[in-house]
Nanobody, 123 residues
Framework: QVKLVESGGGLVQVGDSLRLSCAFSGGVFNDYHMGWFRQTPGKEREFVAAISYTGKTQQYDPPVLGRFTVSRDDTKNSTYLQLNDLRAEDTALYYC????????????????WGQGTQVTVSS
């Protein structure tokens, strides 16, 4: 079974940067698109970014476009989300996900999810 484990979250200040990592196991990594979503209490899960199975296509939610960068390293079976110029509204539990849906922006298209890593941006 596919397993995803996120790491890299933490407590930072406005304007700081973080790099989130997601380790993939239990399947063929290059068969899967990799997505990043975030969720805060009382709100629906929000699409953040995604990268296609080939790595040639990346998509971003408009609020993070230009600040966040998604990537993947096929030699390490990992995907990464670089978060730059963090804002208070970026505070959330960030999840990585693996799926094969044509639509990289839909949470319902990702059958496999990690446990989440918390990003808290103060001020």
């Amino acid at each position: 079974q596919v397993k995803l484990v996120e790491s890299g979250g933490g407590l930072v200040q406005v304007g700081d940067s973080l790099r989130l990592s997601c380790a993939f196991s239990g399947g063929v990594f290059n068969d899967y698109h990799m997505g990043w979503f975030r969720q805060t209490p009382g709100k629906e899960r929000e699409f953040v970014a995604a990268i296609s199975y080939t790595g040639k296509t990346q998509q971003y939610d408009p609020p993070v476009l230009g600040r966040f960068t998604v990537s993947r390293d096929d030699t390490k079976n990992s995907t990464y989300l670089q978060l730059n110029d963090l804002r208070a509204e970026d505070t959330a539990l960030y999840y990585c996900a693996a799926g094969t849906s044509f639509n990289l922006r839909l949470a319902s298209g990702y059958p496999y999810w990690g446990q989440g890593t918390q990003v808290t941006v103060s001020s």
